[in-house]
């Protein structure tokens, strides 16, 4: 079974913050995407990776970086943390144009 | 950008009774997906059915696409309390990324 785990499943941070989530993929598979889940907003992408060191912008990047060091290892960065970025964030993986695996999500609450 | 709608945005029903949720999306795909959320917790994905596919069955999970259309259905049959979820389809979105609906959330009734 494909396993994605995500580093906290609840997280409290202040305004201004820096904050990382990470995310991690036991199927060496080659694509990877971080999320935010809003109610009635759906899943909006934030960044995705193809490769080891690649990164593209998804729909809504304003506000986060990522990094791709390691194959299995994706991380959101949230530079300094503001109250709209309270949200559900969902990390997937995913191996060439087939379905994605999704981690547990981290809720994010910034105060 | 949001691809998919699906339709309706909330459906309750009774254990037994089947199930069926819409997606429409606007333009041309070369597959669609369909996902199950729980309650708080990460999507897991169902079904896949190509462009070239009409109908594809998983156990009590039947999906159809009309590429005239652009719409699919999912249809659980013989609902349980445990398909108690929320529902999002997904179209390809280029470079291997998807495009979610905003979901159907489901609820069955013991």
């Known amino acids: 079974d494909v396993k994605v785990t995500q580093s906290s499943r609840y997280l409290v941070k202040r305004t201004g913050e820096k904050v990382f989530l990470e995310c991690v993929q036991d199927?060496?598979?080659?694509?990877m995407f971080w999320y935010r889940q809003d109610p009635g907003l759906g899943l909006r992408l934030i960044y995705f990776?193809?490769?080891?060191?690649?990164?593209e912008k998804g729909d809504i990047p304003e506000g986060y970086s990522v990094s791709r060091e390691k194959k299995e290892r994706f991380s959101l960065i949230l530079e300094s943390a503001s109250t709209n970025q309270t949200s559900m964030y969902l990390c997937?993986?995913?191996?060439?144009?087939?379905?994605?695996?999704f981690g547990p999500g981290t809720r994010l609450t910034v105060t | 950008s949001q691809q998919g709608e699906e339709d309706p945005q909330a459906l309750s029903i009774q254990e037994g009774e089947n199930a069926t949720m819409n997606c429409s999306y606007k333009?041309?795909?070369?597959?669609l997906q369909w996902y199950r959320q729980n309650s708080g917790r990460g999507l897991v994905h169902l079904i896949l059915?190509?462009?070239?596919?009409r109908e594809k069955h998983s156990g009590r999970l039947r999906v159809t696409l009309d590429t005239s259309k652009k719409s699919s259905s999912l249809l659980i049959t013989a609902s349980r309390a445990a398909d108690t979820a929320s529902y999002f389809c997904?179209?390809?979105?280029?470079?291997?990324?998807?495009?979610f609906g905003a979901g159907t959330r489901l609820a069955v009734h013991p």
């Open positions: 997937a993986s995913q191996r060439s144009i087939y379905e994605q695996y």
């Open positions: 199927m060496d598979h080659e694509n």
């Open positions: 990776s193809y490769d080891v060191k690649m990164k």
């Open positions: 333009t041309s795909i070369n597959n």
């Open positions: 059915i190509r462009s070239n596919e």
């Open positions: 997904a179209t390809d979105g280029g470079y291997n990324k998807l495009i």
